[in-house]
């Protein structure tokens, strides 16, 4: 017991690790009665850090290819993995359709080899798969199957572009870099030049932090409720966007941003728990 215990808590602390800011959301979803929600958050966090952060592509897909087959089973054996097993012992995973439990690991595996976006609105159709197969099933978890994805999956494909957007130094070898073609072809700059801090360099993040933050005032007017930890992810990610457009270096800025833990973080995430309660989910 204890040993299946510390399995599935090294993955919470895993997303926890990516979304320090959660922490505060966890004392409006107790763990102990929401287990299973804590659980897809982690698993979540297990499919994104697969997707994205494992460089070898066959890797990757070995790993997903995995899940694939996990989850496709789960229904029936109750799952191999710590997190599946919480997950379908809640009546809720039998609520929710097969498809949508394997659709984002399917939209993962399509995505591995795509290469740098011609411009924002190319980086975020592309964001849109994953990203919206995880909102989706996320919201039909939260609050059912009638319940509309839209907001939420445009929130976490702008959240996953911020995050790509912070991790710039790390991945300026990859084929897939976080600022568009268009962007680094208007500012001059080359792949070797994204590696060191300049007067374009801070330009071209600057205009994706604009453009991120045009399209999160966008997304607050699309329909459809935010579980308690997407409404935080999104806060977060909106609070340092903020911050770091206003900063001399405004990558610099956002790596070395602290999460907010703060009286205003408990506030949003106390009146999330209140909108996601009112909305008769359990």
């Known amino acids: 017991m204890d040993a299946g215990h510390n399995a599935l808590q090294s993955y919470v602390d895993k997303w926890l690790a990516a979304q320090p800011a959660q922490r505060v959301a966890l004392a409006f979803v107790d ?3 929401y287990p299973g929600h804590i659980a897809l958050a982690a698993l979540e966090q297990e499919w994104l850090a697969a997707a994205y952060g494992i460089r070898e592509a066959h890797v990757a897909a070995t790993k997903l290819n995995w899940w694939a087959e996990e989850l496709a089973n789960a229904a029936e054996t109750g799952g191999r993995h710590p ?3 919480v997950l379908f012992d809640d009546e809720r995973a039998s609520r929710v359709g097969s498809e949508r439990w394997l659709a984002p690991v399917l939209a993962a595996m399509a995505q591995l080899e795509e290469g740098t976006a011609s411009d924002f609105g190319a980086q975020l159709a592309a964001a849109s798969p994953l990203h919206g197969a995880l909102a989706a099933l996320e919201t039909a978890w939260w609050f059912g199957e009638a319940a509309s994805p839209e907001r939420a999956a445009r929130l976490a494909a702008l959240s996953h572009l911020l995050h790509a957007l912070r991790r710039l130094d790390d991945d300026v070898e990859r084929d897939r870099l976080p600022l568009p ?8 700059l080359s792949r070797d030049q994204l590696r060191r801090a300049g007067a374009a360099r801070n330009a071209a993040v600057r205009d994706q932090l604009g453009e991120l ?3 999160w005032r966008e997304a607050s007017r699309l329909p459809g409720p935010l579980s308690v930890f997407r409404a935080i992810e999104s806060r977060e990610g909106e609070r340092l966007s903020r911050h770091a457009t206003g900063a001399a270096e405004p990558l610099q800025a956002l790596q070395r941003a602290r999460p907010s833990g703060g009286l205003a973080t408990t506030w949003a995430a106390w009146q999330a728990a ?3 309660r009112r909305a008769g989910a359990a």
């Open 181 to 188: 073609m268009a962007s680094l072809a208007r500012h001059g």
């Open 274 to 276: 209140r909108r996601w």
């Open 213 to 215: 933050a045009a399209s």
């Open 31 to 33: 763990p102990a009665r």
């Open 83 to 85: 997190l599946t097993q």
